[in-house]
């Protein structure tokens, strides 16, 4: 059976499923997969480099906002 995020087991009833990638140097970009549904990665050009950073309600798992924090640049 497929399991949200690609995740090897199903998360218990009233929890959310998620999945963070990190990417590997500027070869393959990281990517944030919560509840089924990708909320950063190089497909939707939404990454960068440092923190990427995913803002989501805790109790209905909308999308607030998205952000990438520079560590690199100061």
Known sequence: PRHKC?????CPQ?????KII???ANVVGPSIC???MIFMS???NNIGRG??????NG???QLLK???FDMYSG
């Open 34 to 36: 919560f509840n089924d």
């Open 66 to 68: 998205t952000d990438t």
């Open 14 to 18: 009233n929890y959310f499923a998620f």
């Open 59 to 61: 109790s209905n798992g």
């Open 42 to 44: 190089s497909v939707k």
């Open 22 to 24: 990190s990417g590997a």
């Open 6 to 10: 690609g995740n090897q087991k199903s």
């Open 51 to 56: 923190l990427n950073i995913a803002l989501v």
